[in-house]
């Protein structure tokens, strides 16, 4: 059975810090994402990774945003810096056993999704 815990949100000031944490757990993913989502809005993929080392990154987070993966303990890490309010929004972990041919944003193309953190950014 899969798994995929996230942790890590919380509430900052604009300018903050914050790192987000994903566990998985039942089987290696090869492929492993963090997605958000604000009340009213679509899923927007923030930032990808495959195979531990083809990273892509959304425009919106580029420069700010630093996505690894440990592969000993199949974590995901997200850290965020320079946050501004429009970062507020619930952060999920996708993963999918598959090795991606591109670091896909795209939310249909994962099989897998842990529980969602919340981050807030207050202004």
């Known amino acids: 059975q899969v798994q995929l815990v996230g942790s890590g949100g919380g509430s900052v000031q604009d300018g903050g810090s914050l790192r987000l944490s994903c566990v998985g757990s039942?089987?290696?993913?090869?492929?492993m994402a963090w997605f958000r989502q604000t009340p009213g809005k679509e899923r927007e993929g923030v930032a990808a990774?495959?195979?531990?080392?083809?990273?892509n990154y959304a425009p919106s987070v580029q420069g700010r945003f630093t996505l690894s993966k440990d592969n000993s303990k199949n974590t995901l890490n997200l850290e965020m810096t320079s946050l501004k309010p429009e970062d507020s929004a619930w952060y999920y972990c996708?993963?999918?056993?598959?090795?991606?041919?591109?670091?896909?944003?795209?939310?249909?193309?994962?099989?897998?999704w842990g529980q969602g953190t919340r981050v807030t950014v207050s202004s």
């Open positions: 990774i495959v195979c531990s080392v083809r990273i």
């Open positions: 039942g089987y290696y993913m090869e492929t």
């Open positions: 996708a993963a999918d056993r598959a090795q991606f041919l591109s670091t896909s944003l795209n939310d249909d193309d994962y099989r897998y």
